[in-house]
C-alpha cells in the first residue's frame, strides 16, 4: 500500500507544482511568466560567469588521468592498500570523485562491468559513488557563481568529508558483505 501511494505521488508531484505555482503566483499578484523569464537570464549569465572555472577543471582532470599519473600513484600506495584492506582498483575512483561527477560515474561504470555489480568491489563502488561528493565541482561552480575566491576551510572540510565517507563505505560493505 505504501509503496503505491509513493509511486502515484512520484507521478503526479511535478504536474501539481507546475500547476500550483502559477496559481498561487497569479493570487499574490505575481507576475508569473516575467519573474521566469527573469530567472532564466540569471541562469544563462551565471553559467556564462561559471564556464571557465568548468572547462579548468575538466582539462585539469583529464590530463591527470590521461596522462597515467593517477594511475601511478595508485600503483605506489597499492601494497599499504592491500594491507589495510583497501581494493586498489577504488582509488581512482576516490581520487576523481572529489574532482568530477561524470568522471567518477564512468569509473564506477568500468569497474562495474569489469568486476560485476555484486562483487566486493562493485558494491564498494557503488557506495563510495553515494557516500561522497563532487567538493571540487561544488566549490568551482557555487564559489566561483558568487565570486568567493577565498574558500577559506571549505576545501579541507569537503575532502574530509570525502575521504570519511570512502573510508565508511568500504568498512560498511565489509561488514554487511
Given at each position: 500500500m505504501f509503496i503505491e501511494v509513493c509511486e502515484q505521488i512520484s507521478i503526479w508531484i511535478i504536474p501539481i507544482i507546475l500547476v500550483v505555482v502559477p496559481v498561487v503566483g497569479h493570487f499574490r499578484?505575481?507576475?508569473v511568466y516575467e519573474a521566469f523569464v527573469e530567472g532564466a537570464a540569471e541562469g544563462f549569465?551565471?553559467?556564462i560567469r561559471i564556464m571557465p572555472f568548468l572547462v579548468a577543471m575538466m582539462v585539469a582532470i583529464n590530463i591527470f588521468r590521461s596522462s597515467g599519473a593517477m594511475y601511478m600513484c595508485v600503483e605506489?600506495?597499492?601494497p599499504v592498500l592491500q594491507?589495510?584492506?583497501v581494493p586498489p582498483e577504488l582509488v581512482p575512483l576516490a581520487l576523481i570523485r572529489p574532482l568530477s561527477g561524470t568522471g567518477a560515474l564512468g569509473l564506477t561504470t568500468e569497474l562495474l562491468n569489469t568486476h560485476g555489480p555484486d562483487s566486493m568491489i562493485g558494491r564498494m563502488a557503488?557506495?563510495?559513488l553515494g557516500s561522497t561528493d563532487t567538493?571540487?565541482?561544488i566549490l568551482t561552480v557555487y564559489f566561483g557563481?558568487?565570486?568567493i575566491s577565498k574558500p577559506r576551510y571549505s576545501v579541507?572540510?569537503?575532502l574530509l568529508g570525502d575521504l570519511i565517507g570512502f573510508i565508511g563505505s568500504i568498512y560498511i560493505c565489509r561488514q554487511l558483505f
Open positions: 499578484h505575481v507576475k549569465h551565471t553559467a605506489s600506495i597499492a594491507f589495510l584492506g557503488s557506495t563510495i567538493t571540487f565541482y557563481a558568487v565570486g579541507l572540510v569537503g
